[in-house]
């Protein structure tokens, strides 16, 4: 247990270091958008959120990205007046803000609450814009579940006389832990270029890449609404109160509309958040549906069981048999998830990489920035690319090995019950499928 607790740990610490690497991107040095980052949940573990008030002016647009959130969590962005009944609309966007996902607005939304609902990995981003004549005052509401791992479903089954005619045989090796320290280093050659085409300077690009490492890519306009809040000070009445004070003694409550219409919405929102994971399993008859309500941004998203993934019969369905089953079962199954996170981030960044240098090839030679300066920065980033693909690999044959230790374990534990040779008739079919669908592609 103590690899698979150390493969944890260091997948926990890269993955916090590749937060905020693919905030949405535009080639418009007006775009200034706001950081929402995530709080912790004191009250559910693994949980997060994050509650903003602003107030936008007439035929304006504001630019918002969130970080913070893992791939397994079910996130929600909840958008609402907190006066009266205007119209507010809402875009969402992943990668670019031109790569438009979905857009709500308050007058045909439920109850006037903007709600998105979705799972991704990296940054996503929202643009909120007012076409009325007065200005709106607005909360935003973005909470994230626990994180749920389900969808890949368990590959075990109760063994009998038909499912123990299958065979098979073994194999495994490695190590590495420099994935996302790559995938950030491209991000970083990408977005420094890019930057240094918006500001139209043709020897920055060294300098600005060089800023960027000491700060996070953090919003770049200075938020003007009136703060940040957790998610406990939204169920448990500060941010209400603050709304409500704040109304008295700054807010034109008879021109926006009444404060009621408001909190009325921030109730029904703050009520969505207690026990909200607990809500949603309950609405959802199955983990599909579940996974079904909530959009996957991105094709490098799954959240579908693996295609012909073999199943292993074994003396027991569940790990309640044997104390020998719990351990190695647990390890069988988390790392399954960890091959899943290990193949989004290569494909989300991949992604994100190919489209940031196709739009650097489209307009090469724009702003002031030579063709020649852009082939320059292209072969740093195709070869960041290239030492990304053999982290990739490093890491990959790394979680392999873990693979076949739990297998291995689980071997030992099936022989006291009466099946033997079960990783040579079935543990190896089920590695040789786990190693040909998560191998890298090309």
Not at 268 to 287: P, Q
Not at 299 to 315: H, K, Q, R
């Amino acid at each position: 247990m103590k690899k698979i607790k150390k493969i944890i740990a260091t997948f926990i610490l890269l993955f916090i270091a590749g937060t905020g690497l693919a905030q949405p991107f535009n080639l418009d040095e007006k775009i200034k958008p706001v950081k929402l980052e995530l709080q912790d949940d004191k009250k559910y573990e693994g949980a997060k959120g994050i509650t903003a008030n602003a107030t936008i002016e007439a035929d304006s647009t504001h630019y918002y990205y969130v970080v913070g959130h893992d791939l397994f969590q079910f996130v929600d962005v909840y958008i609402f007046s907190n006066y009266g009944n205007p119209k507010l609309e809402a875009t969402l966007v992943k990668d670019s803000w031109k790569d438009v996902h979905e857009t709500q607005n308050t007058l045909s939304a439920d109850e006037g609450i903007i709600d998105f609902k979705l799972r991704t990995y990296g940054d996503f981003g929202f643009r909120i814009t007012s076409a009325d004549n007065e200005p709106v005052n607005y909360t935003i509401v973005v909470y994230a579940t626990e994180p749920v791992m389900e969808y890949l479903d368990s590959p075990f089954v109760k063994a009998n006389d038909e499912n123990l005619g299958k065979t098979g045989s073994g194999g495994a090796g490695g190590s590495s832990n420099m994935l996302l320290y790559i995938a950030l280093g491209v991000a970083l050659l990408i977005i420094g270029f890019l930057g240094a085409k918006v500001l139209g300077r043709k020897k920055t690009t060294n300098l600005l890449l060089v800023l960027l490492l000491f700060a996070p890519l953090s919003g770049f306009a200075q938020f003007q609404g009136g703060g940040f809040w957790d998610p406990e000070s939204t169920r448990n009445g500060t941010y209400e109160s603050w709304l409500r004070s704040e109304s008295s003694r700054t807010l034109r409550e008879s021109s926006m509309g009444r404060l009621s219409d408001g909190l009325k919405r921030l109730r029904d929102v703050s009520g969505s958040m207690k026990g909200k994971l607990d809500d949603v399993l309950k609405k959802y008859k199955a983990i599909k549906e579940l996974y079904e309500a909530y959009t996957g941004l991105g094709d490098c998203i799954s959240s579908v069981p693996l295609p012909g993934a073999p199943s292993l019969p074994t003396f027991c369905e569940t790990a309640a048999c044997g104390s020998c089953f719990v351990d190695a079962r647990k390890r069988l199954l988390e790392v399954r998830y960890y091959f899943e996170k290990l193949k989004t981030i290569y494909t989300c960044t991949k992604r994100f990489t190919d489209g940031a240098i196709a739009l650097g090839d489209n307009v090469s030679g724009v702003h002031g920035v030579s063709g020649l300066a852009w082939q320059s920065e292209r072969i740093k980033i195709q070869k960041s690319v290239t030492d990304m693909q053999k982290a990739y690999d490093s890491k990959y044959i790394d979680l392999l090995e873990d693979l076949q230790a739990s297998l291995v374990d689980l071997n030992e534990c099936e022989a006291q019950y009466g099946i033997p040779d079960w990783y040579d008739r079935f543990g190896y079919l089920y590695y040789d499928f786990i190693k040909f669908h998560y191998a890298r592609a090309n």
